[in-house]
Nanobody
Framework: QVQLAESGGGLVQAGGSLRLSCAASGDIFSIEAMGWYRQAPGKERELVASKASGDITNYADSVKGRFSISRDNAKNTVDLQMNSLKPEDTAVYYC???????????????WGQGTQVTVSS
């Protein structure tokens, strides 16, 4: 099993900044990708940003230029720096990791418990 521990989040005024952090632990041989998703009330969960092996990075169009994802492969951590926050960024943010637990094992996707980000106008 793999556990994802998230930290950060909270309440911030529009235009402010927050930083989310996530650390993966447990049965980890390698991590193919780590990233952040979010889910606002009444909406589906959506990708915010991800960083995969080979330094392949993806951002949702709505956060490009404002959010930055960074990953420490040695520590199995991923951070999301969120700047110029808007009320529409309000959501529960979930850390995700795609993990291989042994050399020839299958890839499995794991989720953190979620952390609330609220941006007031």
């Amino acid at each position: 099993q793999v556990q994802l521990a998230e930290s950060g989040g909270g309440l911030v005024q529009a235009g402010g900044s927050l930083r989310l952090s996530c650390a993966a632990s447990g049965d980890i041989f390698s991590i193919e990708a780590m990233g952040w998703y979010r889910q606002a009330p009444g909406k589906e969960r959506e990708l915010v940003a991800s960083k995969a092996s080979g330094d392949i990075t993806n951002y949702a169009d709505s956060v490009k230029g404002r959010f930055s994802i960074s990953r420490d492969n040695a520590k199995n951590t991923v951070d999301l720096q969120m700047n110029s926050l808007k009320p529409e960024d309000t959501a529960v943010y979930y850390c995700n990791a795609v993990v291989r637990s042994s050399m020839f094992g299958v890839l499995r996707s794991y989720w953190g418990q979620g952390t609330q980000v609220t941006v007031s106008s």
